[in-house]
């Protein structure tokens, strides 16, 4: 079952651009988390932001969630092309947290 | 260098045939997950293990097993019964048991396609 929507589902900006991608879900949480996914590849953690945390930085990546709204965005700054993935978001749920459930990504194209 | 290894990275499958996928980890991880990823369908749970002997079905376990007779290894198998197995496999491993707690490691994926 999947847990997580992202919005878009695909995205093509300029590189320096700002890329904002946005994530919903369905039940409460304990966590949500971000995962980058090049083409073929395996997935590469980003970021975890705790229910309890409103935002959260991490180089040129920027986590918010709002618990009420169940939802949470990332934001990557001054995109380059290297930026190109897949992005996905997984939520671990409040009262099971021995598995994460991924949503379906969004897709980041970053032209040079 | 610490991780996990999945192989082969390419597989080919016959009507019919169980295939076996291998996934290991020198992370010293408790937890291991098998997904599957079709396009625009993102990724779902299989199988995941928790500690060893012991293995739970994710969302979409029908024609798939799996063994934890190890803690380093958990292999995948798909069998005939599974009728639609063309996809990209991902294992992953956790270090703690719970541990949606804390981010999951990736393998750099199997591609099963049957011909």
């Known amino acids: 079952s999947q847990q997580g929507e992202e919005d878009p589902q695909a995205l093509s900006i300029q590189e320096g651009e700002n890329a904002t991608m946005n994530c919903s879900y369905k039940t409460s949480i304990n966590n949500l988390q971000w995962y980058r996914q090049n083409s073929g590849r395996g997935l590469v953690h980003l970021i975890l932001i705790r229910s309890n945390e409103r935002e959260k930085h991490s180089g040129r990546l920027r986590v918010t969630l709002d618990t009420s709204k169940k939802s949470s965005s990332l ?38 | 260098d610490g991780g996990i290894t999945q192989s ?44 060893v002997n012991d293995f739970q079905k994710g969302d979409i376990a029908e024609g798939y097993s799996v063994s934890r007779e190890k803690k380093e290894s958990f292999p995948l198998t798909v069998t005939s019964a599974q009728k639609n197995p063309t996809a990209f496999y991902l294992c992953a491993s956790s270090a703690p048991r719970d541990g949606a707690h804390y981010g999951y490691t990736f393998g750099s994926g199997t591609r099963l396609t049957v011909v």
């Open chain 1, 75 to 112: 934001l990557i700054t001054a995109s380059r092309a290297a930026d190109t993935a897949s992005y996905f978001c997984a939520t671990a749920r409040s009262y099971n947290t021995d598995k994460l459930i991924f949503g379906t990504g969004t897709r980041l194209q970053v032209f040079p």
């Open chain 2, 8 to 51: 082969p990275k390419y597989l080919f499958r016959k009507e019919g045939q169980n295939v076996t996928l291998s996934c290991e980890q020198n992370l010293n991880h408790d937890a291991m997950y098998w997904y599957r990823q079709d396009p625009g369908q993102g990724l779902r749970l299989i199988y995941y293990s928790q500690i």
